[in-house]
């Protein structure tokens, strides 16, 4: 997932920087009068400071800590920043008062749909004060908090020895990746991120504070497994935690000659991830100025020394143009790997697909490839020197299904008996904001000639017209039907009305719905 000029909205933002900000916000907001008053009554509930509004200099930092610059451009007409569950608690239980005002919920911000983790004119609960991780060293668990970034979670963790499943790169944030899934170079071991999750303390929609437990409820917790945000707020998760040492990984880049080599190795990994759990690639495929291209692949294994059998061994002999990788520890890795995408900012669309592994079709990521070069080439041209549009290749072996069972099942409805898959995530970043439905529409293009291909794939790859093909949540777009591509979904959505039957989060919060 490697985004060169892309940065993490979290910056320290000077004040020479603000004040043309303050003046841009102060003119183009327009809350509703019900959407002040609840901003008000939450003010009262909680403890002086933790509403912020328009002018002030926390909630102009607040409204720049998004990693796409798009996001920077919303304005809630207020910010709550609580600091606890039953702060979280007190703002749910006004809001349900006013059935017209829409609201949202922010961990990281790294979510780069409009509308998300970000909103116009309504509530913004930010959960910026929970951050961190502790480790209860008789359970095994780890109790992490939703905001921040990867970085601190590892970090906390780091002394005892242990982590969780987690993101890749150490920038990312925490809340809004565990609750969507979660790919993890640990996935292979143990499952998405999502599946090592054993308790969820969360604001439910009636306003209470419930400890939702994977052993009680258990139909809750498939659910809360990658459904995102729809059943209340997760002020803290309860995770497994695994034992954690060296590991061995990094980047490297490769120029174009090596890219023939590099799918062949793809190919080959794909089928012996399963017969070496322990190591994991991200296979980023970049197309920057007019066919230009070039791949980098993020490697990881787990253990002190450099692979030297297995799978990753036929991308290991193609010679980088830079070479990044090394033995370290697993946070050191992250934040490596974090530090490699934070160059300049821009304006970014996600947009995903999944594919069968096809054992038959060692073509397949040329021919993806070349037509999301063909589909983006008219825009990154000279006009948009600094633009670049990436596909991920990102194996999801089968083997990740039977971890999944293992632990209870997810929403995503990941089994035992999964076939090889491969998981895209189309992605642009872009300077000019009159440009995004261009590029929205490119990553639409180019989705929709994936669905074209599909009849053909998976035919080849042996699979039935009905094979399931499930959404990854963390990696799409903002209008694709995620949950509608989950076996789950009639039950998941019954689920969630009965949690929720006055529709607070399913109609007036921001994210992926049932
Ligand atoms: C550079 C980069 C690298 C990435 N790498 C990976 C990766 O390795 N693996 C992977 O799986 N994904 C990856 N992603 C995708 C990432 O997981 C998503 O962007 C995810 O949403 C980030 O979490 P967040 O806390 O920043 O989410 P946010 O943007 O804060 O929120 C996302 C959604 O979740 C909801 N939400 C957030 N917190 C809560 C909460 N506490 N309670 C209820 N709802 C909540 C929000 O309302 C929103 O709808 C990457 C993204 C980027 C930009
Ligand atoms: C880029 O590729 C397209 C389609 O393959 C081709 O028509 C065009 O000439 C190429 N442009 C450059 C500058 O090579
Ligand atoms: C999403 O898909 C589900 C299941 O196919 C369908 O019932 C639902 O109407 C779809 N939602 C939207 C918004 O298209
Ligand atoms: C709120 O909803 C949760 C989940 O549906 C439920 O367990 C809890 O008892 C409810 N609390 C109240 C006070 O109704």
Redesign the pocket.
Known sequence: MLLFPNARGAAPICRAVLWPLLILQAASAAPSASTLKACSEIAGRLPGGRVSYPLQLSYVAETQRYWSLALRELHPACIVSPQNADQVAAAVQVLAGHADVPFTVKSGGHDPNPGHSSIDDGVLIAMREMVGATYDAASGHALVRPAGEWNDVLGDLEPYGVTVVGGRLGIVGVGGLLLQGGLSFLTAQYGLAADSIVGWETV?P?G?V?NIDAKAQPDLAVAMKGSGGQFGIVTQFTIEAHPIGQVWGGVRLYDESKKDKLYAALHNFVPNNADDPKSAVIFTDLAILQNGTAAVVFYFHEGPDKPTSGPLMPFLDVPPLIDITRTQSYPQLLKANGVFSSAAVARDSFRTFTIPYIPSNPGLYDEISKKWRDITSAYLTILHPTAQCSVDFQPLPGVVGQRTEARGGNAMGLTAADPNRIVLELQCGWLNGRDDAILYALSRDMTNWLQSRMPEWLAQAGLGEEAYMPLFMNDAAGDQNVTGSYRGYAEFKKLQE??DPMGMFAKRAGGYKY
């Open positions: 439910m009636n209470s419930v009965s949690v």
